[in-house]
């Protein structure tokens, strides 16, 4: 069966360009994917995934990721952690113990580490983690691209649950959750654990068998996202247009370019919340696109209408075809918004109202699938 490997820095570089080009502004952060992977290969780690049928179907199966708010931690917080004496106990290594802990608690060996999601740091992390514990990582994820919610990967809309489970912060803080009484208190208690962390914890959730895994896998993303950044490099050394050869990837669309005039955002709850906005120049001067974000960019809108929004998504690229996240992208930033269509299986009338469309993040807009948007943009439509 199809196996990925990640051999050298560059093409470490090259999957988490990938993953953060998809991670549409979420994701976790490069510098936490790139370090893990860095140090990982120093240390003779094989890093590599598997196919989805390289499982057993009786193995145990857990996805692992990141939790928590992406917002840059405020010097007051950096005091208050040091008014009270924290010390980094595991730093980027506790995803690995939040995997060991759940096995503990459920008395059986992990047979699959399963990625959550697609980001610059939230698909090195459970890669680097199966490598060290020596578990096989598969070659897909639970949500196609990065999210904010637990209700936005495949397990809540096939109706699998996601615990119990394990958290296990840098201080060393563990916690196991051994039921919810549903998957909105699943992400609501986690959530909260991350605030405790004063920002970020690491989880180990969703165990499911392999046969269960299989058929609600998004399959072949992280060969996908590996390819979408060897594509950006490879166009990048020919001197062709980096987000075209990202596209050819994706089967995507370039929906905008501009440059960024503002961003507006909070941290609350667990998450960063805002709106970034953008002047048109080129073809779309005098236009102007607004990106609202939690977390991830899930609501946008082109010259004050309704445009894209989740489950469709949004990534802001610089020119060169780097994606980059609602934490670091900044007033004068020029960028170029691509489009990807999402998971047909999140565009039901559940998935859209319960899980991923514009009316569960709370605005009232009817979701149009971004391939009839974008054929009414390019006839003129706005």
């Known amino acids: 069966m199809p196996r990925g490997k990640l051999e050298t820095l560059q093409d470490c570089e090259d999957l988490v360009n990938g993953c953060l080009f998809m991670g549409t502004g979420g994701g ?22 598997v196919d989805a049928e390289e499982i057993p179907d009786d193995a145990l199966t857990v996805t692992t990721y990141g939790m928590g708010t992406i917002a840059p931690t405020s010097p007051e917080t950096l005091a208050e952690i040091e008014r009270v ?20 608690f459920l008395g059986q060996p992990i047979g699959c580490i399963v990625p959550a999601e697609l980001g610059a740091g939230n ?7 199966g490598a060290r514990l020596g578990i096989p ?7 196609g691209r990065a999210i904010p919610d637990e209700m936005q990967g495949t397990p809540y809309l096939y109706g699998k649950h996601s615990w119990p489970f394990s958290s296990v912060d840098r201080w060393g803080n563990v916690a196991i959750v051994t039921y919810t009484v549903n998957p909105h208190m699943l992400e609501r208690i986690g959530k909260m654990l991350a605030v405790a962390a004063y920002g970020n914890t690491t989880m180990a959730a969703t165990p499911l068998p392999g046969r269960e895994m299989k058929e609600i896998l998004v399959r072949g993303t992280l060969t996908k996202c590996l390819n979408i950044g060897r594509a950006i490099r490879q166009a990048r050394e020919q001197g062709t247009d980096p987000i075209d050869a990202a596209l050819a990837v994706t089967g995507g669309w370039r929906l905008f370019e501009g ?5 507006e955002w909070e941290d609350r709850d667990g998450y960063m919340f805002g709106t970034t906005h953008i002047r048109g120049t080129g073809p779309y001067e005098g236009q102007t696109l607004d990106v609202w974000f939690k977390n991830e960019n899930h609501v946008s809108w082109l010259n004050g209408q309704p445009f894209v929004c989740s489950p469709d998504l949004l990534t802001l690229a610089y020119r060169n075809g780097e ?6 992208i900044k007033e004068g930033d020029e960028v ?20 991923s469309g514009p009316r569960y993040f709370g605005f009232d807009i009817d979701y149009v699938p971004i391939e009839e948007l974008v054929a009414k943009q390019q006839t003129g439509g706005w």
Not at 34 to 49: F, Q, S, V
Not at 85 to 104: F, I, N, Q, T
Not at 123 to 129: G, K
């Open 28 to 49: 976790g952060g490069v510098d936490w994917g790139m370090g893990m992977l860095k140090e990982a290969l120093a240390d003779g780690l094989t890093l590599e995934w």
């Open 336 to 355: 170029v918004a691509v489009g990807m269509k999402g998971l047909e299986a999140f565009r039901t009338e559940f998935g859209l109202n319960e899980a």
């Open 259 to 263: 440059v960024v005039t503002g961003k």
């Open 323 to 328: 994606g980059t996240t609602n934490t670091l």
């Open 123 to 129: 698909t090195p992390a459970p890669l680097v983690t």
């Open 85 to 104: 004496g924290l010390k980094d106990r595991y730093g980027d290594r506790s995803m690995e113990e939040a995997v060991k802990e759940l096995g503990k």
């Open 137 to 143: 990582v598969v070659d897909g994820d639970y949500a």
